[in-house]
């Protein structure tokens, strides 16, 4: 395992999405991811302003079938991961504790034709903005290989999302997600400090401090050392005050 | 390093081995018995995450914890040749030539540290990162005490999958990324709290840390209340500055 691995998982996501002739997205990443990580098939739920989350998009009929079974039951894997932040890997959908976890999920979600299902929250700390489920119509467990990919996915789709909303704060092009500074100590610590400067959730202080770097031709890592140096700060009307 | 301060060590490492079990704790847990058993001065550890890429997820001061993110940013230093190698690396003095990674020597140097061992973190064949020690004095520690050490080591990489057995069974991949995710809660958290304080980062860690201890709180739950605005360290980190608690290690 290594860099490699991100670097085969972007280039396959890339791939797929030009193969269609389109540009990679949340949405043509969950599409690909399919095949890359080896499931019958996937569906994003993004949480949004009312907490129950939303369907942002699912690549088959159970996939929609299976979010519209936790939107309107609130309960099974994709519920929990959401909730606890953590993954939920159900290799058996209909086993005796199952049912008893997710009395009403199960038979609906069985009935549907899935047999598996796996949940990974789309998740940097604080900021959790849903997740990514794959589902199987066997059932049976994700190596841990699959494990490694479907975390990767996620990051790389949790990067997507961010550029999609930071691209509402700008008048230019985001430059492509390079994954990277989201694993970064600074960036974490210099999103902290601007939730608190411009009084926003985590999430909005993360998209601020990436759309600042980008209209200023900065790397996001230098802005954080400015934040946390206490050489910049960002106003809540997104003017910064340069020390 | 006596043989009763030995089992206790051991004792407390396994007693955190329950059902509750958090990783990041367990890490800061063990930084902290290396410092006291093994008479190093700091302690810290680094984990393999999912892109192959190192991450520091405990350590016994903010001071090692530098250490340990500098090293990372360039790729290349002891811990990074230990883990690489899954074999214990000993600088046992940052000034003598030849240093082999001079940056680090001298940034370690700059920190007060006069010596190095770094310890695998090994299962099987898979390596899942490294145990560091720093220590001011220069020279190898003993091959006792470098058992001990690895002993140690051993006991943090049973621990962490020990985890993912009582823990319904989650793989190996889950449970580093769920102690990953608690490390960039508690960066988040420094950061608001820094903010909400005007405090320094290493200042706010220590804040949070000591709160953690004296309420019998997780870390990551303690940054937690921090970011949502329900734990308030306010009153703590004014009486801290009045009064600094004694520092075990270089600061």
Redesign the interface.
């Known amino acids: ?6 670097a085969k998982a972007l280039a396959h996501l890339a791939g797929d999405a030009a193969a269609r002739g389109i540009t990679t997205s949340s949405e043509s990443a969950c599409e690909a991811c399919v095949v890359l990580i080896g499931v019958s098939g996937a569906q994003l739920t993004l949480m949004n302003g009312t907490g129950r989350g939303e369907s942002r998009y699912s690549t088959n009929e159970i996939g929609t079938q299976l979010e519209n079974l936790r939107f309107t039951l609130g309960e099974g894997p994709c519920e929990d991961a959401v909730r606890s ?3 939920v ?1 159900v290799e058996e959908l209909d086993s005796w504790e199952n049912r008893q976890r997710w009395p009403l999920f199960v038979p609906a979600a069985s009935a549907a034709g899935a047999r598996a299902a796996f949940a990974f929250p789309l ?5 959790r903005i849903g997740a990514l489920v794959l589902h199987r119509t066997s059932p049976g467990p994700l190596t ?1 290989d699959q ?2 990919d479907a ?2 996915v996620a ?1 790389i789709i949790l990067s997507l999302l961010l550029d999609e909303l930071t691209r509402r704060h700008l008048d230019s092009e985001v430059p492509p997600a390079d ?1 990277v500074s989201l ?1 970064r ?1 600074e960036v ?10 411009m009084g926003v959730s ?1 999430d909005e202080a993360l998209v601020r401090l990436r759309a600042h770097a980008f209209a200023h031709d900065q790397s996001v890592v230098d802005v954080s050392r400015d934040i ?1 140096g206490r050489r910049l700060r960002l106003s809540p009307d997104g003017r910064s005050d340069l020390r | 390093m006596t043989m009763e301060n030995l089992a206790e060590t051991f004792v407390e490492l396994a007693d955190t081995l329950v059902a509750d079990f958090d990783p990041v704790e367990f890490m800061h847990l063990l930084t902290d018995r290396c410092v006291t058993t093994l008479e190093v001065d700091a302690a810290g550890i680094l984990l393999v995450d999912h892109h192959g890429e190192l991450q520091v997820v405990g350590a016994s001061t903010d001071r090692a914890r530098l250490l340990e993110l500098f090293e990372l940013q360039h790729h290349q230093g002891p811990c990074m040749e230990c883990y690489l190698t899954s074999a214990p690396v000993t600088v046992a003095s940052f000034t003598e030539p030849p240093q082999r990674w001079p940056q680090f020597s001298s940034v370690a140097r700059d920190a007060g540290f006069g010596a190095l061992h770094a310890l695998p973190m090994r299962l099987r064949e898979q390596t899942i990162g490294a145990l560091n020690l720093f220590s001011i004095a220069e020279g190898a520690l003993s091959e006792r005490t470098l058992r001990v050490a690895q002993a140690m080591a051993d006991v943090a990489t049973i621990g962490l999958l020990q985890a993912q057995v009582i823990s319904r069974r989650e793989l190996l991949a889950v449970q580093l990324q769920n102690a990953l995710q608690s490390r960039v809660l508690i960066e988040q958290a420094k950061g608001v709290l820094a903010e909400r304080l005007q405090l320094d980062m290493s200042r706010a860690f220590e804040t949070m840390r000591r709160y953690s201890r004296s309420h019998n709180l997780y870390l990551s739950k303690v940054a937690e209340g921090v970011i949502a605005g329900e734990v308030d360290l306010t009153a703590l980190a004014a009486r801290e500055a009045a009064d600094p608690p004694a520092r075990r290690s270089p600061s």
């Open positions: 395992m290594s860099g490699e691995r991100l932040g953590v993954p890997l998740r940097s700390g604080a900021i841990p494990v490694y975390h990767i990051d994954g694993s100590a974490h610590q210099a999103t902290g400090m601007l939730s608190v400067q985590m946390i």
